[in-house]
């Protein structure tokens, strides 16, 4: 039989074969052959990394503020990850209803009161660890340690690229640092490589690295040319003697998608083409990306997370597949992540606010371009935050039950999936959804049975849902 697998391993031996098995992978492996008809075409997962608090947020609990100061005692032992069980805490912000639906959400988040009607809450999410690499990686990969693929890079797989001019998978880092695992969140593992996420960063000076030669004075275009004749030379005898190794495919093809980001993504970049209007609905300040970052604080948060958000708005429009955009960096002090051990309401509080405005400004700008139909927004975070006191001020992690939502086309609003009245566990013990679920109706709503986009590794068929995993079919529309 004459299939892919064999025609990339024999024809990718001489450099005219790198560009056809170049050509198959940029078409992805299901193009023209999607197991149903998808309901969106895009995805943007908004990663909170620390811990986000789930109580603090989007789950509300009235129980913790009837006793709040009082010993929590849920009934059952419990295990924490560096502390005690401490008192009941309440939330220092007041949770009130919002929009038509009148879900309740806490006054950090209060921006997304102006499109919580078109959310899917999840509040009985659980994990399988309270270590932030693990529960880091479960949440972007599916698997608790490393060595496999991405959902992004799952997604660039099994679709391509709607464009020779981006990457199918971005991803967009927080301005101070990668989190947990750095760049393992968006890897390919054993997928070919060409379909690692490519990372930008927003405001920087050079927000995509090595995108353009450094400043020298021996640098011209002849000298240029000649050095990509030599290196045509050597790629193509390279490739002769190493028969099927994608490798070098993957590095020809950066190669190819940087010279074609020299004009493309410098235009996608140019954030200040937009309107002042548009600029303010995302939270982008009036300094630019010269807010001042000294301390933590609400607008340089807005404007940091608002500017990821725009920029995922423009490189969908203009045919990425998939945008990874992150909130908070590996642990450091001062925290600048959802870390919040010592104090809930002095770190959540700026990444919450700036979080919550850039992704409300997002949702209305898709919606008013006519995208959100064709766009899947998914928010999470590696697990939540217990319901008692660490210290007097923060929470411990809880991965027992937290919260994820999702927004766009294929879904239902509403609330699918309740936590226990503590926001302990959920209220159906062992009745939890998982990320095997979360990513199974991603792919569904892509087109995709998560059952049956399978690559196989080490003599075992591998896929982004392990052996778990089904669809919320309650959600979907």
């Known amino acids: 039989m004459f299939n892919r697998r064999s025609l990339l391993g024999t024809a990718a031996g001489s450099f005219a074969g790198l560009a056809l098995s170049d050509l198959l992978a940029r078409e992805g492996c299901l193009t023209g052959e999607l197991h149903h008809p998808p309901r969106v075409k895009r995805v943007v997962q908004l990663f909170m990394a620390g811990g986000a608090s789930h109580v603090d947020t989007f789950d509300h609990k009235p129980l913790l503020e009837q006793r709040h100061g009082q010993p ?31 879900k309740m959400l806490s006054e950090a988040v209060a921006p997304l009161g102006d499109v919580v009607d078109q959310i899917a809450f999840v509040h009985n999410m659980v994990g399988k660890t309270g270590v932030h690499s693990q529960g880091t990686l479960l949440q972007t990969t599916g698997f608790n340690f490393p060595g496999f693929p991405s959902a992004g890079a799952w997604v660039s797989y099994a679709l391509g690229a709607e464009t020779d001019n981006l990457p199918a998978f971005v991803v967009l880092p927080d301005h101070r640092g990668l989190a947990s695992n750095g760049a393992k969140n968006w890897s390919t593992a054993f997928l070919p490589a060409e379909h690692q996420g490519t990372v930008i960063k927003p405001g920087n000076a050079k927000p995509i690295a090595d995108l353009f030669p450094p400043e020298s004075e021996f640098i011209t275009d002849a000298s240029d040319q000649a050095g990509l004749n030599v290196l045509s030379r050597l790629n193509s005898e390279h490739a002769r003697q190493r028969t099927g190794d994608d490798r070098l495919a993957a590095r020809v093809r950066s190669y190819e998608m940087a010279a074609a980001m020299q004009l493309s993504a410098t235009d996608a970049l140019n954030l200040d083409s937009e309107p002042k209007h548009i600029q303010q609905m995302y939270g982008l300040s ?19 997370f608002g500017r990821k958000c725009l920029l995922a708005r423009r490189l969908l429009e203009r045919g990425v597949r998939f945008v990874q955009i992150w909130s908070g960096n590996d642990n450091g002090f001062p925290r600048r992540n959802w870390d919040s051990h010592e104090n809930i309401e002095r770190d959540h509080g700026p990444l919450a606010l700036g979080m919550s405005r850039g992704t409300a400004g997002l949702i209305q700008d898709l919606q008013q371009r006519g995208m959100l139909e064709e766009t899947l927004i998914l928010w999470t975070t590696e697990f939540g935050r217990m319901p008692c006191s660490q210290g007097s001020l923060g929470r411990d992690h809880n991965p027992f039950v937290f919260t994820n939502w999702l927004c766009g086309g294929g879904i239902t609003p509403g609330v699918y999936g309740e936590s226990d009245e503590w926001g302990y566990k959920p209220i159906d013990r062992g009745e939890g959804t998982t990320v095997y679920d979360i990513h199974a109706t991603v792919l569904h709503l892509l087109g995709i049975d998560h059952t049956r986009l399978t690559v196989r590794n080490n003599g075992i068929d591998r896929r982004l849902t392990d052996v778990h995993g089904h669809v919320l079919t309650d959600m979907l529309s």
């Open 72 to 102: 929590w005692n849920p009934g059952e032992k419990v295990e924490l990850f560096q502390s005690n069980p401490g008192a009941c805490l309440t939330s220092p912000w007041k949770f009130r209803p919002f929009s038509e639906s009148g």
């Open 286 to 304: 009036e300094t630019g990306a010269m807010v001042d970052d000294s301390k933590i604080n609400e607008a340089a948060e807005s404007d940091f």
